[in-house]
């Protein structure tokens, strides 16, 4: 198994520009996440989906959206980029239930920086 | 918002000792997560321990949990160069959104050869 991977790893955007963050896994979950983490801020959760056509959004939504077409792929949307959205951007992945949480299963970040 | 927070922020102890940290958290949880994370590397899962037990061991790491203070700590013993890393807590909300993880801002720990 790949586990969960994102693309790519590294990314330059200028303000106002768009682009996607892909995440894949290939374990099946039903749980998968976005957060970004910036120094000092720890992990902030962006928009999280139960599954395939499921999605919610979490702690920091603005600025960004998510669609879950198939179990495996959960891509983030970056709509118009701005300076505070330079971060490094985790995908996560795990088995969903109704009570408590399954281990996460992170993918490698993508770092993003918006001049 | 941050539900759990870690103590210390940052923690240096020398190869071979135990390394402490504590993690606190406002609500009524299922379970509570503990993880590693390596400089500029995604978080890798350590332990899980429900609220129904009270400690848990995995190699040489060992994690209690008491639901009456709401606070967990994670115990390191005979530290490895290769346990720098930061670690953070993990908890869901039993009692609002059960979606939702919330971290903590992280121990950093730094052991030194």
């Known amino acids: 198994n790949a586990g969960v991977t994102q693309t790519p790893k590294f990314q330059v955007l200028k303000t106002g520009q768009s682009m996607t963050l892909q995440c894949a896994q290939d374990?099946?979950?039903?749980?998968m996440s976005w957060y970004r983490q910036d120094p000092g801020m720890g992990l902030r959760l962006i928009h999280y989906?139960?599954?395939?056509?499921?999605?919610d959004q979490g702690e920091v939504p603005n600025g960004y959206n998510v669609s879950r077409s198939t179990t495996e792929d959960f891509p983030l949307r970056l709509l118009s980029a701005a300076p505070s959205q330079t971060s490094v951007y985790f995908c996560a992945s795990s088995y969903s239930k109704n009570t408590g949480f399954y281990e996460q299963y992170f993918g490698p970040g993508t770092r993003l920086t918006v001049t | 918002s941050q539900q759990g927070e870690e103590d210390p922020q940052a923690l240096s102890i020398q190869e071979g000792e135990n390394a402490t940290m504590n993690c606190s958290y406002k609500t009524s949880i299922n379970n509570l997560q503990w993880y590693r994370q390596n400089s500029g590397r995604g978080l890798v899962h350590l332990i899980l321990i429900r609220s129904n037990e009270r400690e848990k061991h995995s190699g040489r790491l060992r994690v209690t949990l008491d639901t009456s203070k709401k606070s967990s700590s994670l115990l390191i013993t005979a530290s490895r160069a290769a346990d720098t890393a930061s670690y953070f807590c993990?908890?869901?909300?039993?009692?609002?959104?059960?979606?939702?993880?919330?971290w903590g801002l992280g121990t950093s720990l730094a052991v030194n050869p």
């Open positions: 374990m099946n979950h039903e749980y």
């Open positions: 989906s139960v599954g395939a056509g499921i999605t």
């Open positions: 993990a908890t869901d909300d039993r009692g609002g959104n059960n979606r939702k993880l919330i």
